[in-house]
């Protein structure tokens, strides 16, 4: 646990599978420390290495993700040796706590929005890899107001790539994630989010990568067949 790294004391905000989230302070600003835990089932030199190898590598990627335009947390600290980054604090809710509430204008902005700065990864060779609303925070919490900015997160298992197969696979999770946990507006934002990344990259590459996301799909259809 990160304590000699922050001012006062910190709350754990959330637990994942393999890192923990906690909320504190760092040099007078509201942060956030991402601690990757030990895990005793590995070998302690091999656990060393994956914890240090991963916290880097993510705090690459959310460094690369804000170089390409799209908005992520500035990065305050980064130690991999304790497998420690601290970020900055973002005011607002996750997406997949916000959709319920967002007016139909609303949701459509907002979906627009995410598509844009999903397209500016793609464009800069960047697949962020859980592309979930879980993972996207909309930084107003007044739910009838339009001026919502959204803020991408959690870049643990983001790489860098040009696949088209990759990018596909990253618009396939967001679609999977609206169809299973918003089922109600999932047509509606998927198109909307669409619009949006073809707003960025033009309407050959939104061709290309929705046939992509077919063919996905179909494959896993026939997965499941055989």
């Not at 590598?57 to 040796?81: C, N, Q, W």
């Not at 990344?197 to 055989?226: L, N, S």
Request: aromatic share 6%; net charge neutral.
């Amino acid at each position: 646990m990160p304590s000699a790294a922050s001012e006062g004391d910190m709350r754990v905000i959330y637990r994942g599978a393999e890192a923990d989230l906690l909320r504190g302070r760092w040099c007078g600003s509201d942060a956030v420390f991402k601690f990757r835990r030990p895990f005793i089932y590995r070998l302690k030199v091999l656990d060393d290495a994956i914890r240090r190898q991963r916290t880097a590598r993510e705090a690459e990627m959310i460094h690369d993700a804000k170089r390409s335009g799209a908005r992520t947390p500035l990065l305050y600290f980064v130690d991999p040796a304790n497998a420690l980054i601290v970020m900055q604090w973002v005011k607002g809710r996750r997406l997949k706590e916000a959709v319920s509430s967002l007016p139909p204008e609303g949701l459509e902005r907002v979906f627009a929005e995410l598509g844009g700065e999903v397209a500016r990864l793609h464009a800069s060779g960047i697949m962020h890899g859980d592309l979930t609303t879980s993972n996207v925070l909309l930084d107003n919490d007044d739910d009838k107001s339009n001026d919502k900015e959204l803020t991408l997160i959690d870049f643990g298992l983001a790489i860098r790539t040009t696949r088209l197969e990759d990018r596909a696979v990253d618009l396939r999770l967001a679609k999977e994630t609206l169809t299973g946990a918003h089922s109600e507006v999932a047509s509606k934002a998927y198109a909307a989010l669409l619009e949006g990344y073809g707003g960025e990259v033009g309407p050959g590459e939104v061709r290309d990568v929705t046939r992509q996301v077919a063919e996905i799909e179909r494959r896993g259809r026939y997965a499941r067949v055989e």
